[in-house]
């Protein structure tokens, strides 16, 4: 009997407390089984495998490299094993040098050194599948928190000078003045403002007044320069280089806090936008300078890319978008996914799609678990104040450590819904490219061509007015794929079979 490893993985204990582990490692029991495969180890692995070091996984790898001959590695689907490209070399080079085989019982998958292109680009587009299913949920997080933004509504720990605080009746969290820092930060601008005082003068004053950060320390010099460059003060809240006004007391009127911006010789910038939608804006670097490649319309219809000259670093190099795009369209073109296979690669699809569907559905019921065992550990710790067991310092610390996590957790749950249809495009997308792409190309409007270049092409240059790229994956793998011999090998009355007759 060949030997077989298998692991069960969940990204934190919240799942395991769901039984998630118990679930993989039944199914990878009994696959085990019906293969006449030996289990020597398991692996139940806890923690998220988009990090860059994985210690458990790593202790896996190795202990897989001592076996004397192949094992087979069980994993329930791609997700289990990886969502990112970031481990495919070193599993790769177990499978070149026949030490590993990896069975993907979900999808019906199993890949070894002899595995032809049509089973690695399946374990390509899961990988890419799994990332971009986390990439999506990262994405409506960070929307949920624009969208709390647009609304005026502080995400983190307020400045110096406010204080976070949850409303008893309605549990919703907001921002007040702290009655005991505010008119002491009020002064700092003030006096810097009018030119009485200066950063030093500002930071011994402090220490005069008796400011103190809320871990009880004296401020030093640079905190008080950033206190008075928080535009907070004054009614803006600026997160990643973007201001947005929120709905708090303002601390200082605007023109204080420009005559202290004035004062220190560094006035805001305005983020440059262009006027027109060029397609390739900000999407190519210029091969010779290493800056980005800008857009310039001409006579009012003619684009042009700007970079420098190959042959001359001091000369500006004019050249035609049109030209630029004519080199990605060929490049489209050539990504070509036959007919015939197109119903079996979609079918791959939904199954990896609902293998998604599930870890997501289970992902939601364990945050909304958690957010529920907040509400009680909330109601349990206001308890203990009001009988007198803790103290009130404690009680606010680990309120504010409770509430924010809650915070967190209602931005992650809001769009739960929204990340699985993007998920959902974002398949679409892939057979658009690989069936139709040229001609989806040319007949889209500027967002979605820009879309489609950044979902197929990484790292693109310009040389000259020669563009130099790399694909991602799997479209590495759809190049020229109908010339390919290898996919010929599943064509039959019963594809899946010869599937697996072929790895064993």
Same mark, same amino acid.
Request: hydrophobic share 35%; proline share 4%.
């Given at each position: 009997m060949k030997p077989a490893v298998i692991l069960a993985r969940v990204s934190t204990p919240e799942q395991e407390a769901g039984h998630s582990l118990e679930a993989q490692l039944a199914n990878l029991q009994d696959y085990a089984t019906r293969r006449d495969l030996k289990?020597?180890? *398991?692996?139940?692995?806890?923690?998220?495998?988009?990090?860059?070091?994985?210690?458990?996984?790593?202790?896996? !790898?190795?202990?897989?490299?001592?076996?004397?001959?192949?094992?087979?590695?069980?994993?329930?689907?791609?997700?289990?094993?990886?969502?990112?490209?970031?481990?495919?070399?070193?599993?790769?080079?177990?499978m070149e040098k026949n030490i590993l085989e990896i069975h993907f019982v979900r999808e019906g998958n199993v890949i070894d050194k002899d595995a032809n292109s049509m089973q690695k680009m399946m374990w390509n587009m899961g990988t890419v599948m799994a990332q971009s299913y986390t990439d999506q949920?990262?994405?409506? *997080?960070?929307?949920?928190?624009?969208?709390?933004?647009?609304?005026?509504?502080? !995400?983190?720990?307020?400045?110096?000078?406010?204080?976070? *605080?949850?409303?008893?009746?309605?549990?919703?969290?907001? *921002?007040?003045?702290?009655?005991?820092?505010?008119?002491?930060v009020q002064q700092l601008f003030l006096q810097y403002a009018a030119g009485v005082s200066s950063m030093s003068e500002l930071r011994d004053k402090t220490q005069e007044w008796g400011l103190l950060s809320r871990e009880n320390k004296p401020l030093g010099l640079q905190t008080v320069a950033g206190i008075l460059s928080n535009p907070f003060y004054s009614g803006l809240m600026r997160i990643k280089g973007?201001?947005?006004?929120?709905?708090?007391?303002?601390?200082?009127?605007?023109?204080?806090?420009?005559?202290?911006?004035?004062?220190?010789?560094?006035?805001?910038?305005?983020?440059?936008?262009?006027?027109?939608?060029? !397609?390739?804006?900000?999407?190519?670097?210029?091969?010779?300078?290493?800056?980005?490649v800008t857009c310039s319309l001409q006579k009012g219809k003619y684009v042009y890319l700007i970079a420098r000259d190959p042959a001359d670093k001091e000369k500006v190099?004019?050249?035609?978008?049109?030209?630029?795009?004519?080199?990605?369209?060929?490049?489209?073109?050539?990504?070509?996914?036959?007919?015939?296979l197109l119903a079996e690669v979609t079918d791959y699809i939904r199954r990896s799609h609902e293998a998604e569907k599930e870890t997501s559905h289970l992902r939601v019921k364990e945050l909304q678990q958690e957010r529920s065992n907040i509400t009680i550990k909330l109601n349990r710790l206001t308890d203990l104040l009001i009988e007198g067991h803790i103290e009130d310092s404690i009680y606010k610390a680990k309120q504010k450590e409770l509430t924010f996590r809650r915070t967190e957790l209602n931005c992650m749950l809001s769009d739960t819904d929204k990340g699985d249809d993007n998920f959902k495009d974002a398949l679409l997308n892939t057979l658009t490219v690989a069936g139709n792409s040229a001609e989806t190309f040319d007949s889209s409007k500027t967002d979605f061509k820009r879309s489609l270049i950044g979902f197929v092409f990484s790292n693109l240059k310009l040389e000259g007015p020669t563009l130099r790229y790399n694909l991602r994956k799997p479209f590495d793998m759809f190049v020229s794929l109908s010339q390919n011999p290898e996919w010929r090998l599943l064509r039959d009355s019963n594809p899946c079979y010869r599937r697996e007759r072929a790895v064993s």
């Amino acid at each position: 009997m060949k030997p077989a490893v298998i692991l069960a993985r969940v990204s934190t204990p919240e799942q395991e407390a769901g039984h998630s582990l118990e679930a993989q490692l039944a199914n990878l029991q009994d696959y085990a089984t019906r293969r006449d495969l030996k289990v020597v180890e *398991v692996f139940r692995i806890i923690e998220s495998s988009t990090k860059g070091y994985r210690p458990e996984f790593e202790r896996m !790898i190795d202990f897989i490299r001592k076996q004397k001959q192949r094992t087979a590695l069980i994993v329930d689907c791609v997700d289990r094993l990886q969502r990112s490209f970031t481990h495919t070399p070193v599993l790769n080079a177990l499978m070149e040098k026949n030490i590993l085989e990896i069975h993907f019982v979900r999808e019906g998958n199993v890949i070894d050194k002899d595995a032809n292109s049509m089973q690695k680009m399946m374990w390509n587009m899961g990988t890419v599948m799994a990332q971009s299913y986390t990439d999506q949920l990262t994405d409506n *997080v960070r929307r949920s928190i624009k969208h709390k933004l647009a609304k005026g509504e502080w !995400i983190a720990r307020a400045p110096l000078g406010y204080l976070n *605080v949850t409303d008893p009746v309605t549990g919703k969290h907001t *921002v007040v003045l702290d009655p005991q820092r505010a008119v002491f930060v009020q002064q700092l601008f003030l006096q810097y403002a009018a030119g009485v005082s200066s950063m030093s003068e500002l930071r011994d004053k402090t220490q005069e007044w008796g400011l103190l950060s809320r871990e009880n320390k004296p401020l030093g010099l640079q905190t008080v320069a950033g206190i008075l460059s928080n535009p907070f003060y004054s009614g803006l809240m600026r997160i990643k280089g973007h201001l947005y006004p929120h709905t708090y007391p303002q601390l200082v009127e605007h023109s204080v806090f420009r005559a202290c911006e004035l004062r220190k010789r560094n006035p805001q910038q305005a983020i440059k936008k262009t006027r027109y939608p060029f !397609i390739l804006r900000g999407l190519i670097t210029c091969a010779v300078s290493g800056r980005k490649v800008t857009c310039s319309l001409q006579k009012g219809k003619y684009v042009y890319l700007i970079a420098r000259d190959p042959a001359d670093k001091e000369k500006v190099l004019w050249v035609k978008e049109d030209t630029v795009l004519a080199q990605i369209k060929d490049v489209l073109k050539s990504l070509s996914l036959p007919q015939d296979l197109l119903a079996e690669v979609t079918d791959y699809i939904r199954r990896s799609h609902e293998a998604e569907k599930e870890t997501s559905h289970l992902r939601v019921k364990e945050l909304q678990q958690e957010r529920s065992n907040i509400t009680i550990k909330l109601n349990r710790l206001t308890d203990l104040l009001i009988e007198g067991h803790i103290e009130d310092s404690i009680y606010k610390a680990k309120q504010k450590e409770l509430t924010f996590r809650r915070t967190e957790l209602n931005c992650m749950l809001s769009d739960t819904d929204k990340g699985d249809d993007n998920f959902k495009d974002a398949l679409l997308n892939t057979l658009t490219v690989a069936g139709n792409s040229a001609e989806t190309f040319d007949s889209s409007k500027t967002d979605f061509k820009r879309s489609l270049i950044g979902f197929v092409f990484s790292n693109l240059k310009l040389e000259g007015p020669t563009l130099r790229y790399n694909l991602r994956k799997p479209f590495d793998m759809f190049v020229s794929l109908s010339q390919n011999p290898e996919w010929r090998l599943l064509r039959d009355s019963n594809p899946c079979y010869r599937r697996e007759r072929a790895v064993s």
